[in-house]
């Protein structure tokens, strides 16, 4: 029997559409391997965000062509994803003992491109554009009891730095029946949270004249009966009244939003096209915690956007400060070609880069220890989702406020049977990036 291991990159969006990768793989009689180093097709799932993804990916391809010249000639290598997009036959100037490439619009090809690669001869297919969403494609899930679903393809908003409109096309929305239908299914078999994806989940039905838009979405996703609903990702200037008002009725909606804000600066964020001012986003912060009070907030921020001068660094240490943003992701600022700021003059050096990111990374960790801190005493309901990283005898949980909780494997019980199940956890201690707990009196 032949084995398959994909190995992924970058955004939840790679990570879900991996899963259908190895769903179709695996309707052709695949199994999953243990390591690269034993599969007879490897698929690298790939992502062109930052450089240093991109130079990963080439780097960890170019470690098996000792595979290849070592022995197993017929071990197959395929690249897919937003590499493959970009770079479709360039792939093998970089790397050519890759079999296959595809793009992101044609995942579903992957079985056809395998056959063809077995003639010898590489096998290259990547369309510019596709009707079909990756939630469509057979599944092998990674989890029992959660489960990514795609609401929206690609992105029309062109932010000056993002490679993504490039490589994922224009923006698509699925129909309301086509995710409801899933999620019901996936709910009879067992699955107890959805996370909704897309570049901008707040747009979804816009491309639909007279469909129904994300609000009602999410009221239609809740009927489902599925406990616990997540999505990402929010645009602030796409984050309307009406989510906000469903974010507040519907228990089953997570009180956590991640709602990347880019930059601190009114300049910067002009440059970067993300068309808000900071005040409109320190507005929707607003309108967030007055309807839905402790809502635990999270963004992404670029650091050393070209022509990012000290003050504009000024303002987003005080935008994060001001927010007081339970935890945030942080980027050095990646030139990508093709964008509209990679022509941009006046480039921040990597040291003051550096330097300024090493600022907003001790203030993040700072504001997540506090928000961690605030939690010690609370009793949060918490779903389990199995052993920690580190420790099999520690489990991992997540409260509905997304906190990461690390609390004892109960005696006579395994982390692997719990998972997927709710239980009331008393928070104990707090460190920066998680919390301490234990279940609270009466539970488990
Ligand atoms: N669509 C989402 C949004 O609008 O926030 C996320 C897209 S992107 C895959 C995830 C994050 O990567 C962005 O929010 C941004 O902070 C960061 N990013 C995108 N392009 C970048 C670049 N050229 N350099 C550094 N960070 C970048
Ligand atoms: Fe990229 Fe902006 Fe689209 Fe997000 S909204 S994917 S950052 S262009």
Not at 177 to 195: F, H, P, R, Y
Not at 199 to 215: H, I, K, L, M, T
Not at 252 to 257: Q, R
Not at 421 to 435: C, K
Request: hydrophobic content about 40%; glycine content about 8%.
């Amino acid at each position: 029997m032949k084995s398959y291991f994909v190995r992924t990159f970058g955004c939840q969006m790679n990570k879900h559409d991996s899963e259908r990768i190895a769903g179709l793989l695996e309707q052709r009689g695949l199994v999953v391997a243990d390591s690269p180093e034993t599969a007879d097709v490897i698929v690298f799932n790939t992502c062109c965000v930052r450089e240093t993804a991109d130079d990963r990916l080439y780097g960890q391809v170019s470690s098996l062509k000792a595979l290849k010249t070592g022995g197993r000639p017929d071990v197959i290598i395929a690249v897919g994803g937003c590499v493959g997009q970009r770079d479709g036959a360039d792939v093998l100037k970089h790397a050519p003992h890759v079999d296959v490439v595809f793009g992101t619009h044609n995942i579903h090809e992957l079985p056809a491109l395998l056959d063809a690669a077995e003639s010898g001869r590489p096998a290259i297919s990547v369309l510019d554009g596709g009707d079909r969403f990756a939630s469509d494609l057979p599944s092998a899930r990674d989890s029992a009891w959660h489960a990514w679903v795609s609401i929206t393809v690609g992105c029309d908003n062109h932010c000056a730095y993002c490679i993504v409109p490039t490589v994922r096309g224009p923006e698509r929305s699925r129909a309301l029946e086509d995710v409801v239908d899933e999620i019901a299914a996936l709910v009879a078999d067992g699955v107890v949270e959805v996370t909704l994806l897309g570049q901008n989940v707040n747009s979804f039905g816009r491309d639909r004249y007279g469909e129904p838009r994300f609000a009602e979405l999410l009221r239609a996703v809740a009927a489902t009966g599925v406990r616990r609903i997540r999505f990402a990702t929010s645009h602030p200037k796409d984050l309307s009244d009406d989510t906000i008002l469903a974010m507040a009725e519907v228990p089953a909606i997570m009180p956590y939003l991640h709602l990347p804000v880019q930059h601190g600066s009114n300049r910067i964020l002009a440059a970067m096209n993300r068309r808000y001012t900071r005040e409109q986003y320190f507005a929707r912060i607003e309108a967030l915690r007055t309807a839905i009070p402790g809502i635990t907030l999270s963004t992404d921020i670029i650091v050393g956007f070209p022509g990012e001068t000290e003050d504009d660094f000024a303002d987003t240490l005080d935008l994060v400060g001001r927010v007081g943003f339970d935890h945030a992701f942080t980027f050095i600022y990646s030139p990508r070609e093709g964008t509209p700021a990679a022509v941009l003059p006046e480039m921040v050096t990597r040291e003051v880069a550096q330097e300024r990111f090493d600022r907003l990374a001790t203030l993040v960790r700072d504001l997540s220890f506090s928000s961690n801190e605030r939690e010690v005493g609370a009793v949060r309901s918490c779903l389990i989702e199995g052993a920690s990283r580190r420790d099999t005898a520690i489990l991992a949980a997540r409260t509905s406020h997304n906190k990461l909780v690390h609390l004892p494997v109960p005696y006579g019980m395994r982390a692997d049977e719990m998972a997927g199940t709710v239980h009331d956890v008393r928070i104990i201690a707090a460190h920066p990036w998680f919390l301490t707990g234990e279940f609270a009196r009466g539970q488990r």
